[in-house]
């Protein structure tokens, strides 16, 4: 093997052409181990040697073989609750993934394989599997290896990320910069109780591009004694939900501008509106499992597909609001204070569980799911802790004590771009400039 093949690989791999990669394995110029190293030095996430790879062929279920050939992807395992997935070229990969995210309901890590060395593997694996068989091993794989991602990383060894213990985080002030998240403001606090009293109609946002769908469900509604506004994108149904307080929000799916699913997103992930309900309209994500996701992972009160009845939507529009009229916010509040001090002692175990009932609670109070994050950690369940603390962080922008503990799991698990974005949003969200300049420190170290 050529030290200039190796250097030619890495060159191309920074330039983001996988070709030249494929090439050199195919050519026997250099070893896939090493290809994988430079792919992962390219991206910033673990690199996979294929041929030293055992796969759980349970993991294909997650992924029709049809979608793995056209898209170019294979998963290689399920572990904590997300879904370890090959791509040849993560950033060409984003819209799959999404895709993927969405209909498993799974948290998805990536990882970066050569080209031609995935395209084998996605025809082996299938193949294997139709066969009848529980695990497909890479050539270079031992005939009884069990299940094995043999990651190849450019992480150096000993590099060590800020930490920070849950004092720091129980009564964490406004940030000192500004977040990098999105839908939450800086110092923002968890609404734990609230109650709005206000005369009149009830009031129903109707968010639809098509002006047909929006004329009908809105003289639907106003026949019905709603007071009702519509918005044609998903910029204008943020902005009408903050001018006009609506008491409902029906929400179209495929939006222009900002797809639905992120406008519920946003609305669970601001304190102000993380109570409102949410009813999801669709023509193109269809079945139970979209229908599931939506409720889990956005918060969705309902779920509807298009075509609909308009005595059916007006039921279920009037259902949600009677059921979702009197709920009561902070439920969750003594369940993640009794985790925080299980936590502190020390006693694992405990604050896992009263973390884990806060978050079935409430799966939109950043505070539970932190407290999970931090909980599962310390039982060294490191990708189940990076699920429930990116939840967190996506709720509630700026955790310094989350975002610092995501890097350290990142770096830990080879994810190194990952950890440098969780530290550059860390220094945003340090409170004072002894803390921002250490974790600048940690990400120049890191860079």
Known sequence: MSLAAV?????????????????????????????????????????????????DLTALDHVPQAVAEADLILPLSVQGGRLHLAVASPD????????????????????AVVLSALRSAIAGCYLARAQGAAVWRGAAAPPDAPPTIATRTSCAPGEEILELTLDDVVDEGPASGPPSGRGARPGAEEVVHAVRVRAGPRRVLVVDDEPAIRLLVQRALEHRGFAVDVAGDGMEALEKVRQWSPDLVLLDAMLPKLHGFEVARRLRSDPV???????????????????????????????????????????????????????????????????????????ADEALAAFDEAVRVDPFSADALHGLGEALR????????????????????????????LAALYLEKGFRAKAAEMLERAVHAAR????????????????
């Open 378 to 405: 310390q039982r060294g369940e490191a990708f189940r802790a990076m699920s429930a603390l990116e939840r967190a962080v996506e709720l509630r922008p700026e955790l310094l004590h989350a975002l610092s503990t």
């Open 432 to 447: 004072d400039d002894e803390t921002r300049e250490r974790l600048r420190g940690e990400l120049m170290r890191l860079l």
């Open 7 to 55: 250097e030619e690989a890495a060159s191309a791999a920074l330039a983001g052409d996988c070709r030249i990669c494929s090439k050199l394995l195919d050519s026997a110029a250099c070893d896939e181990g090493d290809l994988a190293a430079a792919l992962a030095e390219r991206h910033g996430i673990p690199g996979v040697d294929l041929s030293r790879t055992a796969v």
């Open 92 to 111: 060409l990969a984003e819209r799959v993934v999404s895709e993927v995210r969405f209909v498993t309901g799974l948290e998805v890590s990536l990882y």
């Open 273 to 347: 509106t993380r109570a409102l309900p949410v009813v999801i309209m669709t023509a193109v994500y269809r079945g139970w499992r979209f229908a599931q996701d939506a409720r889990e992972s956005y918060g969705a009160q309902d779920y509807i597909e298009k075509p609909f009845r308009v005595d059916d939507l007006l039921r279920r529009v009037e259902t949600v609001l009677e059921t979702t009229g009197a709920r009561a916010l902070g439920a969750a509040a003594p369940l993640v204070a009794r985790g925080r001090e299980a936590l502190a002692a020390g006693r």
